[in-house]
């Protein structure tokens, strides 16, 4: 079973991750392109800590395992922002 420093350790993670994202979700916006490499790096954390997180849910019991279910919600509403501005950008770009 997962401890529960071990769960606030991976959520403070998720936090990190998020706020990384976030910054390079308001710089694509504000200039209306965005940094490939950053962005592309965004996303990519995004999708690592929502896979580590889907095997810790795995150890965890039910009050850890809302926890992370509440974190992977927030998670996969980044990704899907995340997607849909660089499918904007592009198109506006064209």
Do not use: P, W
Request: hydrophobic share 30%; proline share 0%.
């Amino acid at each position: 079973m997962a401890t529960r420093q071990s769960v606030d350790a991976f959520l403070q993670r998720c936090e990190d991750t998020i706020q990384y994202a976030e910054e390079q979700i308001t710089e694509a916006r504000k200039q209306e392109h965005y940094n490939t490499t950053e962005y592309t790096n965004a996303q990519l954390q995004l999708e690592e800590v929502t896979n580590e997180l889907a095997k810790l849910a795995q150890s965890c019991n039910d009050q850890q395992r809302e926890r992370l279910h509440r974190m992977r919600l927030q998670l996969q509403q980044l990704q899907n922002d995340m997607t849909l501005d660089v499918n904007v950008i592009q198109e506006y770009n064209m």
